[in-house]
Structures are given as structure tokens and as C-alpha cells.
């Protein structure tokens, strides 16, 4: 896995606002620009905070991510906290 390359694209996502725009129209071919392993690849295009969350991502870049697509804090903190196997 690369957590640093996944780290490194969801920052870019919440700061680059061209790159969000183009993120939010098309995920998957955004992902595949940036070299993601396919379990991070898969979380990001889903958002799939539960397992971009168990992956290590940073709190301070996946809470703003969430944000930007709308998941209340309430809902966000019951993701992080589940423990899937």
C-alpha cells in the first residue's frame, strides 16, 4: 500500500479545487492517474471512510474529505469507529 500517495491525493482533493471538480465527476479516472493500491483505490472512489480511516489516513485530511462530500460529524465518527474485519 501507499499511504503517503493516497495521503498525498485526498490533500489535493480538498485543496485543489479543479482537482475536486474533477474528482467529484469522475473518481475512478482521477484515482487512476495517482499510483493507489487497488484496496485504496477502490476506499477512495467509494469513500469508503471506515476503510480509509483503518488504512491510516489522517483524521485532519480524511474529516475535511468527508466534508467536501457532505457526511455529518455524527455519521463520520460512527464509520471511524467501526471495527470490520
Known sequence: M???????????INR???LRSRFMSDA???AAEWKLSE???KAL?????TALY??????LLLRPFSILHQVSEPDYLDLIRRDVE
Request: glycine residues 4%; hydrophobic residues 30%; charged residues 25%.
Open 16 to 18: 485543489n479545487a479543479d
Open 39 to 41: 484496496p485504496e483505490h
Open 54 to 59: 483503518q488504512m491510516k489516513v489522517h483524521g
Open 28 to 30: 475512478n479516472s482521477v
Open 2 to 12: 501507499s499511504l503517503y500517495t493516497l495521503q498525498k491525493l485526498i490533500r489535493e
Open 45 to 49: 472512489v467509494s469513500r469508503d471512510y
